[in-house]
């Protein structure tokens, strides 16, 4: 069994910073790439941010510069640093774990958090 569980959302004035957490756990053979979603009310989720193991990150466009994904290297905790927030920013935002887990190694399976809520006051 896998987990996935975020954490650290809350309300934050724009302009300001928050750092949400996000825990994978559970019987994995590897995991492939973690992205961080969003997604406000009456709009589509979206992809934020993601990190593979080698390092390599993307952003979507609107928080390039501003977000930041990282992973802790002794376990697998990943974080999104987000600074000068904009009311926009305001969303579930959901934690993505691409694993193949032990009891099927041969295939790959996303796995969903259940979301933490971001708000941004203007």
């Known amino acids: 069994q896998v987990h996935v569980m975020e954490s650290g959302g809350g309300l934050v004035q724009a302009g300001g910073s928050l750092t949400l957490s996000c825990d994978v756990s559970g019987s994995i053979f590897s995991l492939n790439r973690v992205g961080w979603y969003r997604q406000a009310p009456g709009k589509q989720r979206e992809m934020v941010a993601s990190?593979?193991?080698?390092?390599?990150?993307d952003y979507e466009d609107s928080v390039r510069g501003r977000f930041t994904i990282s992973r802790d290297g002794a376990k697998n905790t990943f974080y999104l640093q987000m600074n000068s927030l904009h009311p926009e920013d305001t969303a579930v935002y959901y934690c993505n774990a691409r694993i193949r887990p032990l009891t099927d190694a041969l295939s790959e399976y996303d796995y969903w958090g259940q979301g933490t809520q971001v708000t941004v006051s203007s």
């Open positions: 990190i593979t193991p080698g390092g390599d990150v």
